[in-house]
């Protein structure tokens, strides 16, 4: 995982520095399914904006990401539904 100063976003640091050791604390889990997915996510961005529908609220944004690989597909190729449910339950 990347430093605070190295992901882009509006969020202040402190911020950008609480989902990184969310991330961290999440793969010191010792569970094993995912383990190769989790590992490989990246933080590339974070950005707290007021909600669209109301403005008095804010709303974050977090973007990971991540290289498909071979054991992450299914037999036609596209992403397992498996990996991609892993990822939205992280």
Do not use: W
Request: charged share 25%; with cysteine.
């Amino acid at each position: 995982m990347s430093s605070s100063a190295q992901i882009a976003g509006n969020a202040p640091d402190a911020v950008k520095e609480r989902v990184i050791n969310a991330h961290n604390l999440i793969s010191r889990a010792n569970i094993h399914f995912g383990k190769e997915i989790r590992d490989d996510l990246v933080l590339k961005e974070v950005n707290i904006r007021p909600k669209a529908d109301e403005s008095q609220r804010m709303e974050a944004r977090v973007v990971l990401e991540i290289t498909v690989v071979e054991s992450m597909l299914n037999v036609s190729g596209n992403v397992h539904g498996g990996c991609t449910a892993y990822l939205v339950d992280m």
